[in-house]
């Protein structure tokens, strides 16, 4: 049970928000993010759908149909590689690339959807 004596216990930075526990922020897990040239391990949010491009909604780029092909579950995932696409709402037009929980699809997910401290993740391979 969560009680206010509970509450007091935990770490710094975390925060009750409609009834949720969210442990920090986006930068401060960006640190956990350990990789290079093969691939990056990192903190995400979760669930995030997998695209079938890095767009978010069907463009020239892109094509006519921008279809989910997996989920990413897992709130600490690992990331092939990044490309550019189109921007999203985290400002900057960085997707990366994995594989989701649900069938093993690869798919992008935006740079926003990614616990990073900058974009593209350092020593990441671009796709």
């Known amino acids: 049970m969560l009680t206010l004596t509970n509450l007091s216990r935990?770490?710094?930075g975390s925060a009750l928000?409609?009834?949720?526990?969210v442990l920090g922020s986006p930068a401060a897990h960006a640190?956990?993010?350990?990789?290079?040239?093969?691939g990056m391990n990192c903190g995400n949010y979760a669930p995030t759908g997998?695209?079938?491009?890095?767009?978010?909604e069907p463009s020239a780029t892109c094509g006519?149909?921008?279809?989910?092909?997996?989920t990413l579950r897992s709130t600490y995932s690992w990331f092939k590689c990044y490309v550019r696409g189109e921007k999203h709402s985290g400002g900057n037009n960085v997707w990366y690339y994995t594989n989701g929980d649900d069938h093993g699809a690869y798919g992008y997910i935006p740079a926003s959807r990614v616990f990073t401290s900058v974009d593209p993740a350092p020593g990441l391979p671009y796709c």
């Open 64 to 70: 006519n149909r921008i279809t989910q092909v997996d």
């Open 31 to 38: 640190a956990s993010c350990s990789g290079g040239s093969s």
């Open 10 to 12: 935990l770490a710094a």
């Open 50 to 56: 997998l695209l079938n491009h890095p767009c978010t």
């Open 17 to 21: 928000i409609a009834g949720t526990l």
